[in-house]
């Protein structure tokens, strides 16, 4: 990083400043761009000049009806009216609280009407196009009276003035957003995140990456998400490159397009979780692949769920022609209570390394040699702006390299806590080893460092311990993806359940659509049980065969195996077919 960028960062006392200052720097440069994939959409975009006026435009309306330190709930497609909104917020003085639409499934409106209500926020900020569907939940779920701003009216009615705005006393200890985690929709958790979080973290970001001058950034990722919000939106307008945007339905829909995006707006940093190169390489070969140009894409940036080496090698491998190099490929490690950015290494093609198996059970993490078998393990980069420990989360010693244990995290860039939870922040942010050293934020990650990388090998909470073996749930999801074509590139979700003496396993997946037989489902829950017990040596005393899109996921990808396996508890699944023991079946 220059020292131009590190001086502008470490001289801003918020985002507001160092977003204004690139505003007269640059002020006709392209801030937010938004892209058009559906029919009758256009392009829009706004400049950093016009980004600062839209900002102070918000923030006075916001000034006019609500203290500084309120919290205002941010309902937007991703965009650049999502940008203007936001940093109106901050230029107020007040929190953000980005969350996902309320769409017309219950289970979305009440995600959102969790987040709102933990929250307390104060106002609703909107854009015309998602008035009615925001209306319609305020009015459903009890928000009605809540003052809301729908920030690209045309009509009459007050619409701030940007004139108005007066620059309120923001430090980086001032609080800039609550950034809700991915979980159970009755018990969210708002990460508090300070404008000092978040200039940390960008510095990190642009330290990690080896940044020489600023880039443009962009992708699919909606901007609720860390990911999107810390590492595509504000790691371009804070750094000045700029960032462009699509929505993730387009992508969804069409993953092609990501990299059409990529190639036709010279974006250099754009990140994905894994799955999303996966639905790259998954695409049947067309004109669109033969038209890329991927060779200015420098970070492609591969976080947010386990990163997959057999993904990192097709992908690099069917876009070598559009000019894509397995050296852009920034594999990297980072969580909402860090603001986002822990490790990665940038410049080289990805570390991968293969381990004992059997020895990866005992917690140790251990290379074979080239000639035998063992499991292959990415890298997720070196630790950077942080000061990282391997714990053993049972006596909270400190481990030594090669040793799994969980990741426990200190540094500029780690969150306050969770929005008035005290006892959960006190035992997640406030953690210290046996010998009093900390506090650590603990992660709930396990992983090892090894020769200065950090490998993440899986979650403590999702860990299955049969017989003192410790097996991951998603190995046993790609064995089974492996060996039986039926459920390639779909979802499973593979959990523990309490059993007699011992924890007994459930194997939940996705198949593809067909109209199958009873006799042929039988058959595929059969096969997939003798896979488990052959591989893993267990015994399954359930296997469930959903229907696509049954297996729930976070916003950026991950599996969510806790609440399957509450629903699977509470019998709310539908399975086209299940294989239960019969101890489980009445």
Request: with cysteine; glycine share 10%.
């Amino acid at each position: 990083m220059t020292s131009t960028m590190s001086a502008a960062l470490e001289r801003a006392a918020g985002i507001p400043a160092l977003v204004r200052l690139r505003a007269e720097e640059l002020p006709g440069q392209i801030a937010v761009l938004s892209a058009a994939h559906r029919q009758g959409q256009v392009e829009t975009f706004l400049t950093f000049q016009q980004l600062d006026q839209e900002a102070r435009r918000i923030a006075s309306w916001l000034q006019a009806r609500a203290p500084q330190g309120a919290r205002i709930l941010l309902l937007y497609a991703s965009g650049a009216r999502f940008a203007s909104a936001f940093l109106g917020c901050l230029y107020a003085a007040m929190v953000a609280v980005p969350a996902p639409l309320p769409g017309t499934y219950q289970q979305q409106r009440r995600r959102v009407t969790s987040i709102a209500t933990d929250a307390e926020v104060a106002a609703v900020l909107t854009e015309e196009s998602e008035w009615p569907s925001v209306s319609d939940w305020a009015n459903t779920e009890g928000w009605d009276p809540l003052p809301h701003f729908v920030t690209d009216a045309a009509g009459p009615g007050d619409l701030g003035d940007s004139q108005a705005w007066t620059m309120p006393a923001v430090t980086r200890e001032t609080l800039a957003l609550l950034q809700y985690t991915s979980g159970s929709t009755g018990d969210p958790k708002g990460v508090m995140v300070t404008h000092g979080n978040l200039l940390c973290n960008i510095q990190s970001i642009a330290t990690g990456l080896g940044l020489t001058r600023p880039l443009r950034v962009g992708g699919w990722i909606p901007l609720y998400h860390d990911m999107g919000l810390m590492g595509h939106l504000l790691t371009g307008l804070c750094l000045g490159g700029g960032c462009v945007l699509m929505s993730a339905d387009a992508f969804l829909r069409k993953p092609l397009r990501w990299l059409q995006l990529i190639a036709q707006y010279g974006i250099e940093l754009s990140a994905s979780p894994n799955f999303g190169y996966e639905r790259c390489v998954q695409q049947p070969a067309d004109a669109a692949i033969g038209g890329l140009d991927l060779s200015r894409w420098k970070y492609a940036c591969n976080g947010s769920e386990p990163i997959k080496p057999g993904t990192l090698r097709a992908f690099a491998a069917r876009f070598a022609d559009a000019g894509f190099r397995a050296e852009s490929f920034f594999p990297c490690y980072g969580m909402a209570e860090a603001t986002l950015f822990v490790s990665g290494s940038s410049g080289r093609a990805p570390v991968v390394r293969v381990i004992d198996a059997v020895k990866r059970e005992a917690h140790e993490f251990q290379p074979v040699a080239h000639d035998v078998p063992g499991q292959a393990m990415a890298s997720s980069g070196r630790p950077c702006g942080v000061d990282l420990r391997i714990v053993d989360p049972r006596t909270r010693q400190a481990l030594p390299e090669g040793c799994i244990g969980e990741i426990w995290l200190r540094g500029g860039g780690i969150a306050q806590g969770y929005w008035r939870k005290e006892a959960a922040t006190r035992d997640i942010f406030k953690a210290r080893c046996i010998d009093g050293e900390g506090p650590f934020l603990r992660t709930g990650d396990l992983g090892t460092c090894l020769a200065g990388e950090l490998f993440v090998t899986g979650r403590i909470k999702e860990l299955i311990i049969v017989k003192g073996r410790n097996l991951y749930p998603q190995d046993i999801e790609q064995e089974l993806r492996n060996q039986h074509e039926e459920l390639a590139t779909l979802a499973g979700a593979v959990f523990s359940i309490p059993g007699k003496g011992q924890e007994d396993i459930i194997v939940c997946h996705e198949i593809r659509r067909a109209p199958w037989s009873v006799e042929r489902l039988r058959e595929m829950a059969v096969a997939m049980r003798a896979t488990v017990t052959r591989e893993f040596g267990v015994n399954p005393v359930g296997v469930l065969l959903l229907p696509s899109h049954s297996v729930l996921r976070t916003t950026s990808g991950k599996v969510r195996r806790g609440c399957m396996r509450d629903l699977f508890l509470a019998r709310a699944l539908a399975p086209l077919y299940q294989h239960l023991d019969l101890s489980l079946a009445t």
